[in-house]
């Protein structure tokens, strides 16, 4: 056995046992065929890593386990959202961000960006989970940001959390757009996003109108900062509701007849 | 609505549309079909292969040898998984004829 494939033994290393020996003998071959057709170039490699780094983590959550894990991380990304949500919330009331971002953290941030959405659309491709790694590649990034402690990066890594937020709720795999019939979203879940959105107008208007009044002579930077709270607490009331509306879905049980179908 | 297949899963589903192929026998049509700008790894492909599997869109045969007198498991597309590639394909031709009623394409000859 050449170096080469000794290496990619070692890769394969990363995918679930059961699908390693079921594939691990076809997948060497086809690796060894590449390698007699393409040579062991850079360009090879990269690939190689590329292949399998992204089909590693498709190939994880589809199995049993995985499946287990996916209902639980849904039912934990419920409760990150309620939590994210009140935390945004209470942020947004008390203390916004009232430092107006500068151009450096803008291009910083916007370059993050461009980079995360990049690749996603390098995966989408060919991966139907890509939504949901490119979630996860958000959430890495956050908290390795927040674990270096990399202060001029700290905004970044905000958005970053409530990206990867959004992008694995909505991501195919964990299926929760699909699963929430949102015509079966129990009332309770109905009554607290009106509720939210009842409560968090008043807040809004106090919020703009304080900030506005009392930075009024400041270039109008009240108007802007409050924009952020604005922001802010939309967040947090759109966070909150998602999140118990997802909980719920995930306790319905579904060989119950609903209320509909009850009456 | 019928779930769109993904391009690499597409392509798989008409890499054995027409015969039985082993996994590197995909690989090679498949970049062969798109000019080399499809490439599908080792992973992605069994991983692929694995998830249609498990819908039921292609089956696995007992291992045979191939040209080369090596011993290569092969696919086969089942019944569910020419539908998925009909229905597709229809998807795909009906966006085509869009494109041609917008004169985006050529009209096809003989066609009014």
Redesign the interface.
Known sequence: MNLETKIYQVLLKLYPRDFREHYNQEMTRVFQENLAGEGSSFGFWVRTFWDVISSVFEVQVNTKRGKLMRTALVRFGAVCGVALGFYFTWIGVTSPLFTTPSWIEFVVVTACFVFLFLGYALLRNTRPHALEITGYAALVTSLAINILQLESLQKVGQWFYVFSFLALVFGRSLGVSKRINWHKIPLEAKALMLLTASSAVPLILLQTFHLSWSNVNQNFQGMYTAFFALIQIGTGGIFIALGWAIWSVANQNPDRPSRAQSA | MPETP???VFHILLSLADQER???GI?QDVLERTNNQ??????????TI??ML?AGQIEELPEREDENN?R??YYKITNAGKKTARTEAERLEHLVNIARSKKLLPQLKGVR
């Open positions: 993904t391009p690499a082993h996994g590197y690989m499809l490439r599908l790894g080792p992973g992605t492909l069994y991983g694995k998830r498990e090596q290569r498991r």
